[in-house]
């Protein structure tokens, strides 16, 4: 089965310049979560979608990330414009579950290593 | 405010040697907590844990929740250099999202 899949695996692009980031879930999970990890601050959770529904964006740390998820095997997270305190690997996971179940194991993706310089 | 510490922050150990890791955690309306090892690229699923005292296992690795003293430990036994990685342990609470600790990082020399 195909896992989560992120593209593109790097990026590297000048500070102000628009980056998108894709996100297609594993097939099924109704939960999808995007991260951002440094050396400094760990795993950040950034904003989570319920059934394509933005749920808790309150980790997007400025008004210059914004993220969709148009259907249930996509996502984006943007950030215009970039800067150079943005360079990070940005994760994204996806989930089934939750509910009366309770919270189910995320499965990531390989991640996009951002640098802007 | 919503917290997970994880302890130590770092470890480096020989070959052969236990290690146990320290998750605690402050989280409204618990639900499960989970640990995960992460490599080079993406964090991988090690154990969830929802109910205290029970032990999960993986061939070397357990782990075991306490809900009334809010933690959880990750012990291996026989280390071997390819146990070496991050793990974190994250923690769900309400709705489907969880809080990710640090993470401890893990050294097992030769």
């Known amino acids: 089965d195909a896992g989560v899949i992120q593209s593109p695996r790097h990026e590297v692009t000048e500070m102000g310049q628009e980056v998108t980031l894709r996100c297609k879930p594993i097939?099924?999970?109704?939960?999808l979560f995007w991260y951002r990890q440094t050396m400094m601050r760990g795993l950040e959770l950034l904003i989570y979608?319920?059934?394509?529904?933005?749920?808790?964006d309150s980790g997007m740390p400025e008004d210059r990330f914004s993220a969709k998820m148009p259907n249930a095997s996509f996502s984006t997270l943007k950030i215009q414009p970039s800067e150079p305190r943005d360079s990070a690997v940005y994760f994204c996971?996806?989930?089934?579950?939750?509910?009366?179940?309770?919270?189910?194991?995320?499965?990531f993706g390989d991640g996009t290593r951002l640098s802007i310089l | 405010e919503d917290k997970v510490v994880q302890s130590p922050l770092s470890l480096v150990v020989h070959e052969g040697d236990t290690v146990t890791l320290n998750c605690s955690y402050e989280v409204t309306n618990f639900r499960s907590l989970l640990w995960y090892k992460q490599e080079k690229k993406a964090p991988t699923f090690l154990f969830m844990l929802t109910s205290s005292g029970i032990e999960k296992k993986s061939g070397r690795l357990s782990s075991i929740l306490d809900k009334k003293e809010l933690f959880s430990i990750l012990n291996i036994t026989a280390t071997q250099t390819g146990d070496s990685a991050i793990y974190l342990c994250a923690v769900g609470g309400s709705g489907n999202q969880f809080y990710f600790g640090t993470g401890t990082s893990l050294t097992v020399i030769p």
């Open positions: 979608f319920n059934n394509n529904v933005p749920i808790d």
């Open positions: 097939s099924g999970h109704n939960s």
């Open positions: 996971a996806s989930s089934s579950g939750g509910g009366r179940f309770g919270n189910q194991p995320q499965h």
